[in-house]
């Protein structure tokens, strides 16, 4: 079963930075694209970003294209999202996921981006 543990989130000021992590286990993780999606409240779950296998591609939304970038270390099972110039929209809690309809996903880490 897959096993999926997001850490890193936190409250930040707007402008700020953060990087979340995710550690897979349970699962061939080299061999999976993973993604990460987050749901703010009261809304459904957002499609956010994209890696492949190895790293060599990676995609993004609209949303959080140029301030967001995914990258993934197999060697240790772990995704990250670094995450620049937040937003307050941005605020959410992320999930990361071998799906990209984030079917299955880990528990989340809340991201809160406020003065």
């Known amino acids: 079963q897959v096993q999926l543990v997001e850490s890193g989130g936190d409250l930040v000021q707007p402008g700020g930075s953060l990087t979340l992590s995710c550690v897979g286990s349970?699962?061939?993780?080299?061999?999976?694209?993973m993604y990460w999606l987050r749901q703010a409240p009261g809304k459904g779950l957002e499609w956010v970003a994209g890696?492949?296998?190895?790293?060599?591609?990676?995609d993004y939304s609209a949303a959080v294209n140029g301030r967001f970038s995914i990258s993934r270390n197999n060697a240790a099972n772990t995704l990250y999202l670094q995450m620049d110039n937040l937003k307050p929209e941005d605020t959410a809690r992320y999930y990361c996921s071998v799906n990209r309809d984030g079917r299955r996903r880990g528990q989340g880490t809340q991201v809160t981006v406020s003065s």
């Open positions: 349970a699962f061939p993780f080299s061999n999976n694209w």
């Open positions: 890696i492949s296998e190895m790293g060599r591609l990676k």
